[in-house]
């Protein structure tokens, strides 16, 4: 179960008392189901971001609160998995160490952990590279095992923020279809922060697009469209037309 | 066997000449042009007195005697350093704390603490080793902290994510091994200064045996060549010491560097 309801957030940066912080969120509030795969899209310093951090306990919110199955969010839990833009990946530890490190905190000696993580290793294709150290793989290879590890402790939502956006656009296609595939097999709640119009219609349920600062949301728009989906159906044009338009509303309102 | 010995000659073969060239003009400028022996000993009377000092074993006693000071000294360095740079890199009230009196201590140079070491241990191992610790300390909380300050943000927060949130997992699982290459590098300092210290400590008379006793009492009876062999003595094993540290360091504890650009 992942359900997460984001009611009434208001996140404001620097001394409020003294009225001349920075409003980074403004009033947001929007439900996302169990299971769901939702995309954050907005211009750039829109606080999605942000708003991220905040549903996965390392920000503080202002005002309002966000909900995880009806119980407040007030830390980083290992129920929320986070896959982040930087690579994030220990150096120090070997990918399959890296995706065992979740269970180790959990008290799971390193050998059972080893076990049961090799189906994670299986499904985002690094079989082969277990024993690799970070450095030795590529941005793309780095992302995938960033991915598992955070699946390894098969969390209720997973919390993406703008993980594709450091690789080249031929392996983001390439990890957008493989993300999908996972989606589908683990049913688990997917938050994804992204700047690009194209990966948002290509992978979520609905789009959460955000006004630029203060962030509020714009508008949901719900992407009614079978998987897989081709990425230039008229269709998916014809929506992203429209959430770019959305966008360019936000650039001229400023 | 013979293609192994013709490739370490193409390997080492300039390093080699170049030794041995150097070897040969101290020899002569020794033997033919100064012809002194309180100036310059020769190669040759080195030799002899490396024999000497083997054949009677003093060498053995004084590497062993400096050898122990060298460590009581790095494992207090280790024991208090590492802990306080730890603490002062990882909460910010113990910097606050310590940072004032560690930089009123710091510069202070380590012998100018011999007379106390001489007055609280007397002339006892413990005083060379607290003048070895006096240099060594503050390079190892020094660069302790240093690597706790740079750990990247990122793995911190991925590793609170995962599940790891008291402060002594993310220290023990995220700081000191992300730390590690700074603390490394900071040991690596500590033992340099640390040796100079030692033959320091030795030298001023904390101690009547040791490498640094040996050169200066040596110094007393106008036997320059002892005392020669002796610098070379320091020189070979601080060398060693070095070398060994970087080898363990690099192959065992930072492997996964291997390859990366520092």
Same mark, same amino acid.
């Given at each position: 179960?992942?359900?997460?309801?984001?009611?009434?957030?208001?996140?404001?940066?620097?001394?409020?008392e003294?009225?001349? &912080?920075?409003?980074?969120?403004?009033?947001?509030?929007?439900? %996302?189901?169990?299971?769901?795969?939702?995309?954050?899209? &907005?211009?750039?310093g829109?606080?999605?971001?942000t *708003?991220?951090?905040?549903?996965?306990?390392?920000?503080? *919110?202002?005002?309002?609160?966000?909900?995880?199955?009806?119980?407040?969010?007030?830390?980083?839990?290992?129920?929320?998995?986070? %896959?982040?833009?930087?690579?994030?990946?220990?150096?120090?530890?070997?990918?399959?160490?890296?995706i065992?490190?979740?269970?180790?905190?959990?008290?799971?000696?390193?050998?059972?952990?080893?076990?049961?993580?090799?189906?994670?290793l299986?499904?985002? &294709?690094?079989g082969q590279?277990?024993?690799?150290?970070?450095?030795?793989?590529?941005?793309?290879?780095?992302q995938?095992?960033?991915?598992?590890?955070?699946?390894?402790?098969?969390?209720?939502v *997973? *919390?993406?923020?703008?993980?594709?956006g450091?690789?080249?656009?031929?392996?983001?296609?390439?990890?957008?279809d493989?993300?999908?595939?996972?989606?589908?097999?683990?049913?688990?709640?997917?938050?994804?922060?992204?700047?690009?119009?194209?990966?948002? %219609?290509?992978l979520?349920?609905?789009?959460?697009?955000?006004?630029?600062?203060?962030?509020?949301?714009?508008?949901? %728009?719900?992407v009614?469209?079978?998987?897989?989906?081709?990425?230039?159906?008229?269709?998916?044009?014809?929506?992203?037309?429209?959430?770019?338009?959305?966008?360019?509303?936000?650039?001229?309102s400023? | 066997?013979?293609?192994?010995? /013709?490739? +370490? /000659?193409?390997?080492?073969?300039?390093?080699?000449?170049s030794?041995?060239?150097?070897?040969?003009?101290?020899?002569? #400028?020794?033997?033919?042009i100064?012809q002194?022996?309180?100036l310059?000993?020769? @190669?040759?009377?080195?030799?002899i007195?490396f024999? #000497?000092?083997?054949?009677?074993?003093?060498?053995?006693?004084?590497t062993?005697?400096?050898?122990?000071h060298?460590?009581?000294?790095?494992?207090?360095?280790?024991?208090?350093?590492?802990?306080?740079g730890?603490?002062?890199?990882? @909460?910010?009230?113990?910097?606050?704390?310590?940072?004032?009196?560690?930089? /009123?201590?710091?510069? /202070?140079?380590?012998?100018?603490?011999?007379?106390?070491?001489?007055?609280?241990?007397?002339?006892?191992?413990?005083?060379?080793?607290?003048?070895?610790?006096?240099?060594?300390?503050?390079?190892?909380?020094?660069?302790?902290? +240093?690597?706790?300050?740079?750990?990247?943000?990122?793995?911190?927060?991925?590793?609170? #994510?995962?599940? =790891?949130?008291?402060?002594?997992?993310?220290?023990?699982?995220v700081?000191?091994?992300?730390?590690?290459?700074?603390?490394?590098?900071?040991?690596?300092?500590a033992?340099g200064?640390?040796?100079? =210290?030692?033959?320091?400590?030795?030298?001023?008379?904390?101690?009547?045996?040791?490498?640094?006793?040996?050169?200066?009492?040596?110094?007393?009876?106008?036997?320059?060549?002892?005392?020669?062999?002796?610098?070379?003595?320091?020189?070979?094993?601080?060398l060693?010491?070095?070398?060994?540290?970087?080898?363990? #360091?690099?192959?065992?504890?930072?492997?996964?560097?291997?390859?990366?650009?520092?």
């Open positions: 179960m992942g359900q997460v309801s984001v009611k009434k957030v208001s996140r404001i940066f620097g001394k409020k003294e009225g001349h &912080g920075t409003e980074a969120l403004l009033n947001i509030s929007f439900d %996302v189901q169990d299971g769901e795969f939702i995309c954050l899209l &907005g211009p750039s829109c606080g999605k971001t *708003l991220l951090r905040i549903t996965a306990g390392l920000e503080t *919110l202002t005002s309002g609160e966000i909900t995880l199955n009806g119980v407040p969010i007030t830390g980083p839990d290992p129920k929320r998995g986070m %896959v982040f833009q930087q690579y994030s990946l220990f150096p120090w530890r070997t990918v399959i160490d890296n065992t490190f979740g269970l180790e905190m959990q008290g799971i000696k390193k050998s059972e952990a080893r076990k049961q993580v090799e189906k994670y299986d499904l985002v &294709g690094l590279f277990k024993n690799s150290y970070p450095h030795e793989l590529s941005g793309g290879m780095q995938r095992a960033a991915i598992a590890r955070a699946l390894a402790n098969e969390p209720e *997973l *919390l993406m923020d703008e993980p594709f450091a690789l080249d656009a031929q392996t983001r296609n390439v990890l957008q493989e993300l999908l595939k996972i989606w589908e097999q683990k049913h688990v709640t997917f938050i994804f922060v992204t700047h690009s119009v194209d990966e948002a %219609v290509f979520s349920d609905r789009i959460v697009v955000m006004t630029s600062r203060p962030g509020r949301v714009k508008e949901i %728009v719900k009614d469209l079978p998987r897989p989906r081709s990425r230039t159906s008229p269709e998916v044009n014809s929506l992203r037309d429209h959430v770019l338009k959305l966008l360019e509303e936000e650039r001229f400023r | 066997m013979k293609i192994n010995f /013709i490739k +370490t /000659i193409e390997e080492k073969g300039v390093e080699a000449l030794l041995i060239f150097a070897v040969a003009v101290w020899q002569l #400028v020794a033997d033919r100064v002194n022996k309180l310059l000993p020769s @190669f040759y009377d080195v030799v007195a024999s #000497v000092i083997v054949k009677n074993g003093l060498i053995f006693m004084d062993l005697t400096s050898l122990l060298f460590s009581i000294g790095i494992a207090a360095a280790f024991i208090l350093g590492i802990p306080l730890i603490a002062m890199g990882w @909460f910010k009230a113990a910097n606050r704390a310590l940072d004032p009196i560690i930089e /009123i201590l710091r510069p /202070i140079p380590p012998l100018a603490w011999i007379p106390f070491a001489i007055i609280w241990f007397g002339l006892t191992h413990q005083a060379a080793g607290f003048v070895v610790f006096a240099g060594m300390i503050f390079p190892i909380i020094i660069n302790t902290y +240093t690597g706790f300050k740079n750990v990247p943000r990122v793995y911190v927060e991925a590793a609170k #994510v995962l599940g =790891c949130n008291r402060n002594i997992d993310l220290i023990r699982f700081a000191i091994p992300s730390a590690m290459p700074s603390i490394a590098a900071g040991i690596r300092i033992m200064v640390g040796w100079m =210290c030692l033959v320091a400590a030795e030298m001023f008379g904390v101690s009547s045996m040791g490498l640094g006793y040996q050169i200066w009492h040596n110094y007393y009876l106008h036997r320059m060549d002892f005392v020669l062999v002796y610098m070379l003595l320091l020189g070979f094993i601080g060693l010491i070095d070398r060994f540290f970087r080898y363990y #360091v690099d192959e065992k504890m930072l492997k996964w560097k291997s390859g990366t650009v520092v």
